[in-house]
């Protein structure tokens, strides 16, 4: 989380699907308020996770749709612009998911 934390990424929450999904354990879920911010964000953890041997298995959306996914099997980071987050409500659609974490 801090690695789009450290980007100003905003609205920062962590969704626990575990038993309630096959898709994946956790969703990561950001916003961003410029395209600039969006690849940003992206960049950051593209380019930490690959030092860590760690890379994504995917990832799909451009900065410009104002979403980014990246999948890292058991995580998928959702990278929105504000108003594709409210157009979508992730959490809200993942409303039987445990927040585990929130930063605003």
Request: hydrophobic residues 45%; aromatic residues 8%; proline residues 3%.
């Amino acid at each position: 989380m801090e690695w789009v934390a450290g980007k100003k990424a905003s609205r920062i929450v962590l969704l626990d699907l575990r038993g309630i999904s096959l898709i994946a354990d956790y969703f990561l879920i950001c916003s961003g308020e410029s395209e600039r911010q969006l690849e940003a964000i992206a960049d950051e953890v593209l380019e930490r996770t690959e030092q860590e041997n760690a890379p994504p298995r995917r990832v799909e959306g451009t900065a410009e749709s104002g979403w980014i996914l990246m999948d890292f099997g058991s995580v998928v980071l959702h990278i929105f612009n504000l108003a594709q987050r409210d157009r979508y409500q992730l959490e809200r659609l993942w409303s039987a998911a445990r927040t585990v974490a929130v930063m605003p």
